[in-house]
């Protein structure tokens, strides 16, 4: 990461389709990143339980422990 920004470039985390599961490690990453796209879980018919909750605006909750089963 610090040869991208060292270099004047942007880095992005995304995700087309994927439960929260799959979208936890991305939101941790996404904390390094210019750009996150991790709004996978709402284009599936059921996400896990214990999911990650997606609010106004584009936020997200910070996973939950239970997350992880």
Known sequence: MELTRRDGKGLM???MTGSSL???PAYV???Y???IDIDGPLFIQQDIENALHYGDGGTVSIPVPA???
């Open 22 to 24: 799959a979208m936890a």
């Open 67 to 69: 997350l992880w089963g």
């Open 33 to 35: 990143c210019q750009f």
């Open 13 to 15: 985390i995304g995700n």
């Open 29 to 31: 990453i996404g904390q």
